[in-house]
Structures are given as C-alpha cells and as structure tokens.
C-alpha cells in the first residue's frame, strides 16, 4: 500500500509538470521563420503603395512648418484621406514660441464607420525635421524625412485604402491621424524649430479631443503609433509606457506571421518621447511601433541618408499586414475575442496552478506519516 502511494504522488506530479509544459510551450512562436505564414485572413496590405506614398511626399520637399512643401503636403495627405474614409476633418493650430515666428500647423483625421461607439485609433507624424544633427555635414538643414515621418504616413494610407473596402466587416470606428510638429524638438544642441518641444501636435489634438467625438456616447479602445516603420533591419523596441496586452496582442501577430526579427519575444526596452505619450495621458491604452533609433541597425535617423534608397518594402509589409491582422482578429463583427486577454498572459497560469498542485502533494504526504498505516488514507 505504502508503494500505492507513492506512485501515486508521482504520477500527480508527473502529470502536473506536464501541464506547465504545454502550457508553456503552447505560446512559443518561435519556430516560424521570418516568411509569411498562413493567416486567418485575407490580407490585403500593398506595400509598393505605401512605398510610392512615401516617394510622393519626398517630391514635395522638406515637410517643415512654414515652408510651402508643408502646406502642400498637408494638401495632398487631406485630399488622399477624404477619398479612403468616410470623413475627413483638418485640426488647424499655431505655435509660436517667444520672440519667434508663429507658425501654422494641421493635425489631419481620417475616419471609417464614424457611427461605432468603440474607436481605434491609428497615428503617424508627417513633418519632417528642420535639421540634421546626427550627421557629419549640413547639421543645420533639413533632412527628406523618408522613414522618420514618411514611413508612417504612407502605411497609414494604405491601411486606410484597405481596411475601408472591408469597413462593413469591422465591429469598430477607425481613426487615421496624420500628426503635425511632431519633430522638431531639441537634439544635441539643436533644435529643430527654436525653443519647440517634440510632440507638439498630438498634445494640442489630445487637448481638443472632445471636439471630435462624443464622450457621452464613444469610448477610445486604444492609440497605435506607427513612427519608423519602413527602415531595412526593422525590429520594434517596447515603448516602457506601452500597455503590456497590447503589446503582446500586436507581437503575437506579427509573430504568427512569421515575422520573428521585427517583433521580437525578448525586445528591448526604451523609454521615447513620442505622440503617444499625449494618449496615453488622459487613459487610451497605447503602444509605440518604434524601432532603437540610437544603436540599432538602421543609422540614418536625423541624417540627410534618411531618404528612399533606405527604406525596405519588405519592412512596409510587414508593418500593414500585422496591424491589418490585427484589426481583422480582434475588430470583425461576430467576433468577440479581446486583445484586451491575451494567450501570453497564460503564461501565468501554470506557475500558480503548479505551486498548488505540489503543496497539495506535500500536505498528503505529512498526513500519511503522521496518520499511519490507516488502509482508508489509500482508497
């Protein structure tokens, strides 16, 4: 009876193991190749679209406030957004710092099924910096802005191209925002524009929110920055005010994908200042696709190289089919999975479930010293 026992024990531990196994392993993404995978959706993501955007805002010139190339690029992104959503709307401002010019600026919204009460909300900047302090020759003019400015926007409009076509299919709002005076900010030693801070635009737009939907009837489901996400090498850092289900909701599909460089299981953690940080001050759940712009792999930014010959297709394609993914699994109608419970917060299931399970085996097995050799404890 005595050996009855502790077979038994062995096989409860056994089996106990075995569950934090596949527990475990039932989240590992990491056999995928960094290749498409199959979806469970249609993607329909183009990033020779995108990337001819990004060309088409490079031809204006130097997207800086106050330059015409500025004006007309807001023209262009109002015109390009007004044909892909169901409204467009221009959010006009001016900055003016002491003893400097005022300058006029334009936040630009885009949004598909205005009607639902649940938005997501989709942002990239479109100026482009004033000067290039990283580089060894011209610091104090402006760089093309390719990636740094230019990626975003044009992933964006795709998105919008496609995720439009489909708006009947979706349970929620969509907002494009298209963010003005984002960079030009200070940096070793010079600023951008003369005494701006970075991330001027969304913390005016967060500031008149409430001019553009209505609090009484709509909720905010979460703000997603798209900021340079074109380069070659693309790896996405963590944003450290990122909210963790997000994150791993937004990773694991890119994973799934087979996109494992680019969304790492082990990225690094930064801490930017970034127009995210504006939403994520007043309770929006956000995260910041955003690549290690300081000892990455991709060095150009603030330099005049940051122009088309280092932006990557592939790298486009992988950022619109992962947010297009990502849309179509959490935001389809009849679809009531969240990423708001992800499968990577299973991870901790097994570890308080096990440590029960052995306390349980070890209290059984003090009883049966203390008690005996009392044939009932065996039944």
């Not at 010019?101 to 630009?108: A, D, F, G």
């Not at 930014?301 to 699994?329: A, P």
């Amino acid at each position: 009876m005595k050996k009855k026992f502790s077979t038994n024990i062995m096989l409860f531990l056994f089996i106990s193991l075995n569950f934090l196994s596949i527990e475990t392993n039932s989240i590992d993404n990491n056999d995928f190749s960094q290749t498409d995978h199959i979806s469970d959706f249609t993607l329909d993501f183009n990033e020779s679209n995108a990337y001819n955007h990004i060309s088409t805002q490079l031809e204006f010139g130097f997207r800086v406030p106050g330059t015409s190339a500025h004006n007309n690029g807001a023209e262009w992104i109002y015109d390009q957004i007004s044909t892909i959503t169901d409204v467009a709307q221009k959010h006009e401002f001016s900055i003016q710092k002491d003893g400097q010019p005022s300058y006029n600026c334009q936040n630009i919204l885009g949004k598909i099924n205005p009607e639902k009460e649940q938005i997501v909300i989709f942002g990239a900047h479109w100026d482009s910096r004033n000067v290039a302090e990283k580089d060894i020759y011209n610091q104090s003019q402006p760089i093309p802005g390719a990636n740094d400015g230019g990626s975003g926007v044009g992933v964006l409009l795709e998105l919008a191209r496609v995720l439009f076509s489909y708006k009947n299919n979706l349970s929620c709002q969509i907002w494009f925002l298209f963010i003005d005076a984002e960079d030009q900010g200070y940096s070793r030693g010079l600023y951008g524009l003369q005494d701006w801070v970075y991330a001027e635009g969304s913390q005016v737009f967060v500031e008149d929110i409430n001019e553009f939907y209505n609090p009484s009837k709509e909720s905010f489901e979460c703000f997603i920055l798209l900021d340079m996400v074109g380069g070659t090498n693309l790896e996405f850092v963590k944003e450290s005010r990122t909210n963790e289900d997000l994150h791993n909701s937004i990773f694991k599909e890119g994973r799934e994908l087979g996109y494992n460089q680019t969304f790492s299981t082990n990225p690094k953690i930064m801490s930017i200042t970034d127009d995210h940080l504006s939403f994520n001050s007043i309770g929006i759940p956000v995260i910041d696709l955003i690549i290690d712009f300081i000892a990455g792999d991709w060095i150009y930014h603030h330099t005049h190289s940051d122009d088309l010959s280092h932006i990557d297709s592939e790298s486009l394609r992988i950022t619109g089919r992962t947010i297009e993914s990502f849309v179509k699994r959490y935001y389809t109608l009849g679809n009531d999975t969240s990423w708001k419970i992800t499968e990577e917060s299973n991870i901790f299931i097994p570890y308080i479930i096990f440590p029960v399970l052995f306390t349980t085996c070890f209290v059984m097995i003090l009883r049966k010293k203390r008690e005996g050799k009392k044939p009932v404890l065996y039944h």
